[in-house]
């Protein structure tokens, strides 16, 4: 890992990319996305139906996002629960769709203005 002399507050910064980390993949964010949509703690029966996600695959997702303290996990019998770990995360998740929504918008328009060009020449 690259390293700079950022002073004292270099930890923050580490611990920022590793929830950045924790969220860049795309299966970690549609779990995400379930979790937060529900107000109880969310059972895995549950992410596995709503997510297509391979229960091996799902159990690792789980697991980074458990190692970096974004969700929290509890055991109740046989059936395990998962919830987000702090509520500001559903916002996050808000806030980057929001953001992609914005992005994806502005380059639409772009493709608009580019269709609007008239032609250059044609290919024989």
Partial sequence: MDSFSGGPEQ????IK????????????????EILSTSATPTPVS?????????PTQLSQHLAV???H?????QRSGNAVFYEL???????????????L??????QRDQLDVIESL??????P
């Fill in 11 to 14: 930890p923050l910064y580490e």
């Fill in 17 to 32: 990319a590793n929830l950045f980390k924790a969220l860049a993949h795309p299966a970690r964010i549609r779990v995400l």
């Fill in 46 to 54: 549950a992410i596995l139906a709503d997510s297509d996600i391979e």
């Fill in 65 to 67: 996002l458990k190692r």
């Fill in 69 to 73: 303290h974004v969700v929290r996990g």
């Fill in 85 to 99: 770990a702090h509520p500001k995360l559903a916002e996050l998740l808000v806030i980057a769709r929001i953001f």
């Fill in 101 to 106: 929504t914005d992005t994806l918008s502005a």
């Fill in 118 to 123: 008239p032609p250059i020449g044609t290919s």
